[in-house]
């Protein structure tokens, strides 16, 4: 059980091999012909999963050829970079995202045209982007309240299917990914680059857009004020995901509003409305109840502040003033009680276990392995200065044992990001790594990650070496630790050691400026901080001939090096 995405963007820099099959795989194109060009836009690209992945989609979707699309990219580079107010202040990985985004959005435009949406498709992706990235309900797409003043989008968000048509071409296009519960998900450097693209006047119409939008999805689901009545008999276990999740989004759009408000008193009549006072509510609550009451109290201010500016009658007066923050025991406990994480199955049904569990950090974590969706709930119940690791390791075991390898890779490197020192993480990324191979989802030269990962684990906890899965994965298992820098040329070139010996080093400055021979593979990781390796300007590696061996020994048929 648990929420799945169905097509998720690998982390880090690709290889040239790696992404040359990763391109493959995508645009499903399994002959070598086309080999060549495909690794020029590898190399284009800079190797990055996001930029690669657009790429493919538009190769995919339009069908065009490799060497077509390598030449659009390189003709809408330049169109970027001459328009560009300073060229040199342009990432590489931005670029190339921007770049992949902007021919992505001609295909986006026509297509939405042609299946008679308009320009609702463009209009949607440019609301999401000021939303919260990894998770987007898809009833935040609505015709907005009051309704949004752009008929293209209330034509085609006025039923399921013109909101289905929508997502299916952004997703299409791998602008956004979507969950099995039909959320939506989208990178953060996507986002960026489409508001980037924004000028003032467009970004005021879809922000005003999104107010509304949220709004309607806001009154239209069970709300903490529905749980405080005293006559209202709904106050079950998960009755409030849908408002913690639109909170989420609700608390982003906040965010860019005050921000794009910042400093110009002529823009600032977008937060005086009925909308604004239902989203600073809103985060005010959501705040209190994740116990951020500087903020909850803040947002609550700017409330009060604004709502003498207004015509608000005594229902909706009464309405955004009746919980008192910061919340009051009482009413955050009956509150945490319907946010309890729930489980759901690939039908969408509601599962739920015998005992109610609050919505708080220490009893997530303790809730079932598998339990994907009570994990996900925990890391957001999290402050984010304060996350604790176990959500993402325990999340990442439960995605193992799913074979979701792609998302179990991710958890367990945020896990090491969280807490370096700690085992798991590395051990779930060993075993995701072996599990992405073996599916054929990342090629051979990820190996070399793998291992150096179940070398540390191992390091960190003799156990792992003994585990079933770990033998399994890694049958052959042998690492020494260089204690002193001077020693590291030796131990390569040394003929005693084992087979596959990773060396392990801990901080310090190690220098190679000789022409080293070896009789075995080699794998150099750094496992303390402050690791430097000098080369001195080249690096070279010989294999020594069987005929001048002193000891019987039998070299590998294959040399492999890594750091």
């Known amino acids: 059980m648990g929420v799945k995405l169905e097509n998720c963007i690998p982390l880090g820099i690709f290889e040239t091999a790696e992404g040359l099959e990763f391109v493959k795989r995508r645009t499903d194109r399994s002959e070598t012909k086309e080999d060549n060009a495909i690794v020029l836009l590898v190399e284009e690209l800079g190797g990055l999963p996001l930029a690669l992945e657009q790429a493919a989609a538009?190769?995919?979707?339009?069908?065009?050829?490799?060497?077509?699309?390598?030449?659009?990219?390189?003709?809408?580079?330049?169109?970027?970079?001459k328009a560009a107010q300073s060229p040199r202040k342009i990432s590489k990985d931005r670029l190339a995202v921007a770049t992949t985004w902007q021919m992505n959005i001609e295909y986006i435009s026509r297509q939405?045209?042609?299946?008679?949406l308009g320009t609702a498709a463009i209009t949607v992706m440019e609301i999401a982007a000021f939303l919260f990235a990894d998770d987007i309900?898809?009833?935040?797409?609505?015709?907005g309240n009051p309704v949004v003043?752009?008929?293209?989008?209330?034509?085609?968000?006025?039923d399921d299917v013109g909101c289905g048509q929508i997502i299916e071409i952004l997703t299409r296009f791998s602008l956004f990914q979507i969950m099995k519960d039909m959320c939506l998900s989208v990178h953060r450097l996507v986002q960026e680059v489409i508001r980037d693209n924004l000028n003032k006047d467009?970004?005021?119409?879809?922000?005003?857009?999104?107010?509304?939008?949220?709004?309607?999805?806001?009154?239209?689901?069970?709300?903490?004020?529905?749980?405080?009545?005293?006559?209202?008999n709904h106050t079950k276990r998960g009755s409030l995901i849908t408002w913690s999740?639109?909170?989420?989004?609700?608390?982003?759009?906040?965010?860019?509003?005050?921000?794009?408000?910042?400093?110009?008193?002529?823009?600032?009549?977008?937060c005086f409305n009925d909308q604004m006072l239902k989203i600073l509510q809103t985060t005010a609550l959501y705040h209190s109840i994740h116990q951020r009451q500087a903020l909850a109290l803040a947002d609550q201010e700017q409330m009060v502040t604004i709502i003498p500016t207004l015509k608000v009658d005594t229902k909706y007066f009464h309405e955004l003033t009746s919980i008192k923050i910061p919340l009051l025991q009482k009413d955050r406990e009956k509150i945490l009680e319907c946010l309890a994480s729930v489980l759901h199955t690939d039908s969408e049904e509601i599962i739920e276990t015998s005992a109610v569990v609050p919505y708080n950090s220490e009893t997530l974590r303790e809730m079932g392995n598998d339990a994907i969706q009570c994990y996900t709930e925990g890391i957001r119940s999290c402050p984010t200065?304060?996350?604790?690791?176990?959500?993402?390791?325990?999340?990442?075991?439960?995605?193992?044992?799913?074979?979701?390898?792609?998302?179990?890779?991710?958890?367990?490197?945020?896990?090491?990001?969280?807490?370096?020192?700690?085992?798991?993480?590395?051990?779930?990324k060993a075993y995701s790594v072996s599990g992405l191979i073996e599916t054929g989802s990342r090629s051979s030269n990820m190996e070399s990650v793998g291992l150096a990962s179940a070398c540390i684990a191992s390091h960190k906890n003799k156990v792992c070496l003994v585990e079933h899965k770990m033998k399994m994965c890694y049958p052959i298992l042998n690492y020494k630790m260089i204690e002193r820098p001077e020693s590291l040329c030796h131990e390569i070139m040394s003929l005693?050691?084992?087979?596959?010996?990773?060396?392990?080093l801990r901080q310090g400055r190690y220098e190679i400026r000789e022409i080293l021979t070896t009789t075995k593979s080699i794998l150099v990781i750094g496992v303390e901080e402050g690791v430097e390796i000098n080369t001195g300007g080249s690096f070279n590696i010989c294999r020594l001939p069987k005929d001048v061996l002193t000891v019987d020994i039998e070299p590998e048929k294959n040399y492999s090096c890594a750091f």
């Not at 467009?202 to 006559?231: E, F, G, W, Y």
Request: charged share 30%; glycine share 2%.
């Open 149 to 158: 003043e752009d008929n293209d989008l209330t034509e085609a968000l006025d």
């Open 112 to 116: 939405s045209e042609k299946e008679g």
């Open 137 to 143: 309900p898809k009833c935040l797409f609505n015709v």
């Open 245 to 270: 999740r639109l909170a989420a989004n609700t608390n982003t759009l906040k965010g860019h509003l005050l921000h794009f408000v910042k400093g110009d008193e002529s823009r600032q009549n977008i």
């Open 58 to 81: 538009h190769i995919k979707s339009i069908k065009c050829s490799v060497e077509d699309y390598v030449k659009r990219f390189e003709k809408k580079r330049i169109k970027l970079l």
């Open 202 to 232: 467009r970004s005021q119409c879809i922000l005003q857009h999104a107010l509304r939008m949220v709004n309607k999805a806001l009154t239209s689901c069970v709300t903490p004020n529905n749980i405080l009545q005293d006559d209202y």
């Open 496 to 504: 005693t050691d084992k087979p596959f010996t990773t060396l392990m």
């Open 385 to 428: 200065d304060k996350m604790d690791m176990r959500f993402f390791s325990n999340r990442s075991l439960a995605y193992i044992r799913l074979q979701d390898y792609e998302h179990a890779f991710v958890d367990a490197s945020r896990c090491i990001e969280i807490a370096p020192d700690n085992w798991k993480g590395y051990c779930w």
